[in-house]
T-cell receptor, first 118, second 112 residues
Framework: GAVVSQHPSRVICKSGTSVKIECRSL??????MFWYRQFPKQSLMLMAT?????????EQGVEKDKFLINHASLTLSTLTVTSAHPEDSSFYIC??????????????FGPGTRLLVL | GDSVTQMEGPVTLSEEAFLTINCTYT??????LFWYVQYPGEGLQLLLK?????DKGSNKGFEATYRKETTSFHLEKGSVQVSDSAVYFC???????????FGKGTKLTVNP
């Protein structure tokens, strides 16, 4: 139980284009989803927290107009990197926590999306 | 603010060796504590957790005990395998907060 998927797993795009990453909770309702960014050999940096049906809360220093987050349903959140540039290349990981027993206390992580901007 | 400090790696062990990865925390109130594992090129997987003092989390031969008196949550395994090679993250979730606070991660390599 408590499986989170991400799509795509890898994406390569040209500088200036936008990329959408999907995060889905497959077997539970995710009331809260989190988006992280991980640089090579480093820990995870929380970018934003989103609750279903409301606007995301961004961490300090994260550009909300650049990293658009939508949490339209209890099983899906999307992160759109707009006008991507090479410095946006990174590993993006989502996580989810839910409203059912066993899923409220713990964040369950997706497998991550490797973004490379050329 | 809340923080997690874990031993810096990398840690290199031979198969069947004993593993300890130290983790200490600073938090107000009574946080929940977690160990996550990240295999190469993958996301994080929950390894074990403990939600109150003196709780012991265990999974796949790994154990960690929530020690309030020493504010620690050290990860141990009696006999590591090559397949345990990964990066291990200690994390806490403060009372009333949804956010996880991560340590910097410890890379473990187990050689045959």
């Amino acid at each position: 139980g408590a499986v989170v998927s991400q799509h795509p797993s890898r994406v390569i795009c040209k500088s200036g284009t936008s990329v959408k990453i999907e995060c889905r909770s497959l077997d539970f309702q995710a009331t809260t989803m989190f988006w992280y960014r991980q640089f090579p050999k480093q820990s995870l940096m929380l970018m934003a927290t989103s609750n279903e049906g409301s606007k995301a809360t961004y961490e300090q220093g994260v550009e909300k107009d650049k990293f658009l987050i939508n949490h339209a349903s209890l099983t899906l959140s999307t992160l759109t990197v707009t006008s991507a540039h090479p410095e946006d290349s990174s590993f993006y990981i989502c996580s989810a926590s839910g409203s059912l027993a066993g899923t409220t206390e713990t964040q369950y992580f997706g497998p991550g999306t490797r973004l490379l901007v050329l | 603010g809340d923080s997690v400090t874990q031993m810096e790696g990398p840690v290199t062990l031979s198969e069947e060796a004993f593993l300890t990865i130290n983790c200490t925390y600073t938090a107000t109130g009574y946080p929940s504590l977690f160990w996550y594992v990240q295999y190469p090129g993958e996301g994080l997987q929950l390894l074990l957790k403990a939600t109150k003092a003196d709780d012991k989390g265990s999974n796949k031969g790994f154990e960690a005990t929530y020690r309030k008196e020493t504010t620690s949550f050290h990860l141990e395994k009696g006999s590591v395998q090559v397949s345990d090679s990964a990066v291990y993250f200690c994390a806490l979730k403060g009372g009333g907060s949804e956010k996880l606070v991560f340590g910097k991660g410890t890379k473990l390599t187990v050689n045959p």
